[in-house]
């Protein structure tokens, strides 16, 4: 697979279904195909609604004030395209930061979800990005998008001392607690996890 390297992201948004909320907040990190930090990028978005929901300003604090200072959804999407263009994206809970990207963008991406690692890794612990930043020494202000996206990359890279990470490419695991509303567009496998236990439940092209 030919790719520049990888575009470590994060978004915020105004809540957990991207069919009925925006995003408010979005950040990548670059990152050269050995892992080497080339530079990060991050930027509000105008919302639609009146209001940031109180419960996602309590989680993340960004407020309608942060997004009405943001660029446009038309400038994000020109961004994003140009931002996540010939690079692998590396994200934490990919299926739910994907639902955005690609509806946003209208295109699908190779990407990795961090969280499989944590899972095949570690299938008895928890797999969010505060539990795997504290199981490797991290410290970071959780649900910003910035600090998610720099501890996202961190992660990876040692991740990557352990794994081939390209075997991980476009690959998902599914856990019964936590269902996904969608499948991103170039997801080539899924596995259900039940007990520790992994077994597919998906392989596109067969």
């Not at 109180?54 to 959804?73: A, P």
């Not at 991406?109 to 969280?115: G, P």
């Amino acid at each position: 697979m030919k790719y520049r390297g990888y575009a470590v992201l994060d978004i915020e948004t105004t809540g957990l279904d991207y069919r009925d909320n925006e995003m408010t907040q979005f950040a990548v990190v670059h990152l050269d195909r050995d892992g080497n930090f080339e530079g990060s990028f991050d930027r509000f978005v105008k919302i639609d609604r009146e209001e940031v929901p109180e419960k996602i300003v309590e989680l993340t604090g960004i407020t309608k004030k942060d997004t009405d200072t943001g660029v446009s959804k038309r400038k994000a999407k020109r961004m994003l395209k140009k931002l996540l263009k010939n690079r692998i994206l590396v994200i934490q809970n990919a299926a739910f930061d994907l639902s955005y990207i690609e509806t946003i963008t209208g295109k699908g991406y190779n990407f990795l979800d961090i969280q499989c690692f944590s899972l095949h890794q570690h299938p008895d612990l928890k797999a969010n990005l505060k539990a795997q930043a504290d199981r490797f020494g991290f410290e970071f202000e959780h649900h910003k998008a910035t600090d998610d996206a720099m501890v996202t990359a961190k992660i990876f890279n040692e991740y990557s001392k352990v794994f081939d990470t390209d075997e991980f490419i476009n690959y998902l695991i599914v856990r019964k607690s936590r269902p996904m509303r969608r499948v991103p567009l170039n997801t080539e496998k899924i596995d259900i996890m039940v007990a520790g236990e992994f077994s597919s439940i998906l392989r596109t092209g067969e």
